[in-house]
């Protein structure tokens, strides 16, 4: 049986792909710039000129830099422009089911997942305590889909930036190693900073599956 075809539009290093890819589809990514981890079909071309056609379902990530709170600290959110209306518009266009993903920031109308809701975390290898992945990113999608809570327990572990040290801060909670890192994102083939901006995999695989169940009601 084939598997349907999805296009993953600004596919950076693929975190998204392959929760889509465990959820059943075959994944094209397209990213303006190179991605030699990204782990399945890969194009290097612009994402807003792409060819939609021949695909069944469409995923996209517009670049975040422009809603992230860490734009506002370093003063570059003006500096990036808005593809979030455009892209929707592109991907109402083709006529298939959709899903566009961002940070919370952007408001756009749809759900949240957070890493609460799959379980992922990571145990700390400085004092041995597992610490939870609480990494809020934004879907909208042309699918209805019923909001999960989120279920925050004891710690978090946090990923961004460009890594560092091993510390536990009361502020930020703990910044664990790279295998640490890994572990609480479900990510093992991306450097340090693809990870810092990924899509834990178990969030699309959640809502892969959701797709999946509308095309075969279809």
């Keep these: 049986m084939n598997r349907p075809r999805l296009l993953d539009l ?9 929760g889509y890819h465990r959820a059943g589809f075959e ?4 990213d303006i710039n190179p991605q030699p981890r990204y782990p399945f079909e890969f194009h290097q071309a612009d994402a807003m000129t792409y060819p ?5 379902v469409i995923h996209a990530s517009p670049p975040c830099q422009r809603y992230a709170r860490i734009g506002c600290v370093h003063g570059v959110r003006g500096n990036h422009p808005d593809l979030i209306d455009p892209t929707r518009d592109r991907l109402v266009s083709a006529g298939v089911p959709w899903v566009i993903e961002n940070v919370p920031d952007a408001k756009i109308p749809g759900l949240i997942l957070c890493g609460s809701h799959f379980g992922l975390g990571a145990i700390g290898v400085l004092d041995g305590i597992w610490r939870q992945l609480r990494r809020h990113r934004l879907f909208e999608t042309s699918i209805f889909m019923l909001q999960p809570s989120c279920c925050h327990i004891g710690e978090p572990i946090g990923v961004y930036g460009r890594g560092g040290p091993q510390r536990a801060t009361r502020n930020r909670g703990y910044m664990g190693g790279r295998k640490e890192r890994e572990a609480a994102m479900g990510i093992d083939w991306m450097n340090t900073a693809e990870l810092s901006q990924a899509i834990p995999p178990a969030y699309t695989e959640w809502i892969g599956k959701r797709i999946m169940r509308e095309l075969e009601g279809r």
């Design 27 to 30: 994944v094209v990514g397209v």
């Design 10 to 18: 600004f596919c950076g290093a693929g975190g998204a792909a392959m």
């Design 52 to 56: 939609l056609e021949g695909f069944d």
